[in-house]
């Protein structure tokens, strides 16, 4: 199977904290890979790595057989890159309307996109008009998730999408990552390991800045002894 994102090895500083000492991440084509690890391992830093916002000091980063490591944010973004950030970061002063058309890469993508969009949130549409500070904590995240997904993405790096919403909400934004894979290969970030062992097909487990195991989430799912070794669940 070939990996539409591979990261090798990379060694990422934040001022003269040595975040990353050694993280390699395999994304499959149109699949949904999960990293875990405890708070603090760096798989935040690891997104924030491939797009560069956190650029790495070593190692590679390969989207599509090219290599992206040393490139700016928005070159990397352009190569069809989307990013939905831990605590959703939309734009509170705006309307619905206004955070999803500021995303546009080409103009008219927000109008190509609108059928897909409003189909997998509801929600937004009939909310179009009203500013970020009006929105619930779940209408935000979908509205975080949907400003991905207005230009052409062929990644999307997701972070903590379940964070803080209600259980009737993460079955809603489960179901939406879901169905997105099917267009989009994943690279999800999820502290609920119930909610990452639902959605992804393989994962990499992150512990103090090293990737320190990989595979498939049909086989974690029943390692207990790695779970509780590096994830602290039961």
């Known amino acids: 199977m070939n990996n539409l ?9 934040i001022g003269q904290f040595h975040i990353l000492e050694g993280v390699t991440v395999g994304a499959p084509e149109g699949g ?42 928005y070159d990397i973004a352009s190569l ?27 103009r008219g993508d927000l109008e190509r996109k609108e059928e897909l969009i409003f189909g997998l949130f509801p929600d937004l549409k009939r909310l179009i008009k009203l500013p970020g500070t009006s929105l619930s904590g779940g209408q935000q995240q979908m509205l975080a ?24 909400i993460i079955e809603s934004m489960m179901e939406a990552i879901r169905q997105l894979s099917g267009d989009s290969t994943i690279l999800l970030v999820e502290q609920n390991f119930i909610v990452a062992s639902r959605l992804a097909e393989r994962y990499v487990i992150i512990e103090e800045g090293r990737s320190v195991k990989a595979g498939l989430m049909a086989d974690l799912v029943d390692d207990h002894e790695t779970i509780q070794r590096y994830l602290g669940a039961a």
């Open 32 to 73: 949904i890979v999960a990293l875990l690890g405890r708070n603090g391992a760096g798989k935040t830093t690891t997104l924030k790595s491939i797009l560069g916002l956190t650029p790495p000091s070593q190692g590679r980063v390969v989207f599509d057989g090219q290599e992206i490591q040393g490139r700016a944010s």
């Open 145 to 168: 998730v949907a400003r991905a997904l207005v230009p052409d993405n062929r990644l999307l790096l997701i972070d903590e999408p379940s964070e803080g919403l209600a259980p009737v």
């Open 80 to 106: 069809g890159i989307g990013y939905v950030p831990e605590h959703r970061a939309i734009f509170r002063d705006l309307s619905v309307g206004e955070n999803l058309k500021i995303a546009e890469r080409r």
């Open 5 to 13: 994102l591979e990261v090798q090895d990379i060694h990422t500083f």
